[in-house]
C-alpha cells in the first residue's frame, strides 16, 4: 500500500519562513512527480510546486520567488520551503506524488498553514 503523509503545518507570523514535509512510501526513483497543492479558504484547490524526476519544477505565479520546492537528496520525500508569508498563504496544504508507469497520483491527508499576526 502507497501511503503519503505531510507534516510541517503551523502558525507563523506574517514574514516568518515554513517548512513542510512530505514522505511516501516507496521509492522515489519510482516517483515521476512531487507537488504541492493547497486549498485556501473559498477558493479551490490549487497547484502550488511540482518537481518532475528529472529536475523541472514549476510554480504558481503568486508564490514563484518566495517558494522553493527541494526533494533534498532524499529517496521518499519532497519539501516545501515557504518564505516571505503572508495571511493569504493560509489553508491546507496537500502533497501529491505521482508514482510508477501508470502514472498514479496519492494524495496525503494535507497539513494547516495559518498565516497570522
Known amino acids: 500500500q502507497v501511503q503519503v503523509e505531510e507534516s510541517g503545518g503551523g502558525l507563523v507570523q506574517p514574514g516568518e519562513s515554513l517548512s513542510l514535509s512530505c514522505e511516501v512510501s516507496?521509492?522515489?526513483?519510482?516517483?515521476?512527480?512531487r507537488g504541492w497543492y493547497r486549498q485556501t479558504p473559498g477558493s479551490e484547490l490549487e497547484m502550488v510546486a511540482e518537481?518532475?524526476?528529472?529536475?523541472?519544477?514549476r510554480y504558481a505565479e503568486g508564490v514563484k520567488g518566495r517558494f522553493l520546492i527541494s526533494t533534498g537528496n532524499t529517496e521518499n520525500k519532497v519539501y516545501l520551503h515557504m518564505n516571505k508569508l503572508n495571511p493569504t498563504d493560509s489553508g491546507v496544504y496537500y502533497c501529491?506524488?505521482?508514482?510508477?508507469?501508470?502514472?498514479?497520483?496519492?494524495w496525503g491527508r494535507g497539513t494547516q498553514v495559518t498565516v497570522a499576526s
Open positions: 518537481v518532475t524526476f528529472g529536475g523541472t519544477e
Open positions: 501529491k506524488m505521482n508514482i510508477g508507469g501508470s502514472q498514479r497520483d496519492y
Open positions: 516507496r521509492n522515489s526513483r519510482h516517483i515521476n512527480v
